[in-house]
């Protein structure tokens, strides 16, 4: 029975230093344009916040204001003139206002006042210094707080969607490169308790449970093997070690306890960047290593298993 390959520092490091540059490249290559849209849609947000709402005297808003604001589709905005902001669900349990939804406030003015009272304790007032000194805010004040804020919120929503777009495009390059190269068959997702439960061999199947953690690819190898893959994108060195050593190489060690180590291949799918030292630890506890700039390396290892 064939093993995956298992890389050398040498190696880890150069394909490591590859994988960093195309990253550098794409990154600095994203259109600036991007930025300005969506950084116009956000400043444009608390503008209104401030214009029809009334937020520069945060404290004296009233309950219905609060869910005319969710209801316009303006409760992110909201969340963010915390510091740090709150995300959606933290301000639904601080505020014991869940599901916190529009309806839920237009129906219970009291979970309206909990929600305001939650943004008011939770205020920057490094961006919204006049409201922690009682007095109005200045025009240029006011404008600072709408430059910062929307800053703020872009940058979140910029990284969360290059992060998430990333990935989706590394998963749909692997299933091309499954099916396009190694005439692999894509089945349908499905729930694998045990191996009769898998797709067969030479078949691939999307993000599936397998056994108690989810994969984004499961593989059926030549040999019966099952292979789940983990495609991980990377934007930092510290990063990694969450990506790598702290989810892909938790899960290989699971898939093999719970299939059986002669049973299960687990895979991750790096892109980005990566510290080798991480690479190193991971690949020693059992988690096998493929680039996505290097995909040839993964087809040589599935078709030897045939």
């Known amino acids: 029975m064939r093993l995956p390959p298992i890389w050398t520092e040498k190696q880890l490091d150069a394909e490591a230093q590859l994988a960093r540059s195309r990253f550098r490249a794409e990154r600095l290559g994203e259109p600036l344009e991007n930025w300005k849209q969506v950084f116009d849609r956000h400043k444009s ?19 219905e204001q609060i869910a005319a604001i969710f209801r316009e589709h ?19 349990v601080l505020a014991e206002v869940e599901p916190l939804t529009a309806a839920r406030l237009e129906n219970d003015s009291a979970a309206g006042r909990r929600v305001l009272a939650t943004i008011v304790q939770a205020l920057d007032t490094k961006r919204f210094p006049w409201v922690l000194e009682k007095r109005d805010p200045t025009d240029a004040e006011k404008s600072a707080s709408i430059l910062a804020s929307a800053a703020l919120i872009t940058a979140q929503r910029l990284s969360t969607a290059r992060r998430n777009e990333s990935k989706k495009m590394q998963e749909q390059g692997v299933k091309d490169f499954l099916a396009k190269e190694l005439a692999f068959k894509q089945v349908a997702t499905r729930r694998i308790r045990i191996l009769e439960d898998a797709p067969r061999r030479g078949e691939f199947c999307g993000e599936s449970m397998v056994g108690t953690r989810k994969a984004d690819i499961l593989v059926r190898l030549f040999d019966g093997r099952l292979m789940p893959i983990e495609c991980k994108v990377s ?33 991750a799918m790096l892109t980005g960047v990566y510290k080798v030292t991480n690479l190193v630890q991971a690949q ?7 680039w996505a700039h290097k995909l040839k390396a993964l087809k040589s290892f599935i078709e030897s298993t045939r």
């Not at 905005?77 to 639904?92: N, T, V």
């Open 235 to 267: 934007n930092s060195s510290l990063n990694s070690v969450k990506r790598i050593n702290n989810d892909a190489a938790v899960k290989a060690r699971v898939w093999k306890d719970e299939f059986g180590r002669t049973q299960v291949v687990p895979v």
């Open 284 to 290: 020693s506890e059992g988690l096998s290593l493929f």
């Open 45 to 63: 947000q608390f503008e209104r916040l401030f214009e029809e709402y009334g937020i520069a005297w945060l404290d004296s808003l009233k309950a």
């Open 74 to 92: 303006l409760g992110d905005a909201l969340r963010y003139l915390a510091g740090p902001p709150i995300s959606d669900d933290d301000l639904g």
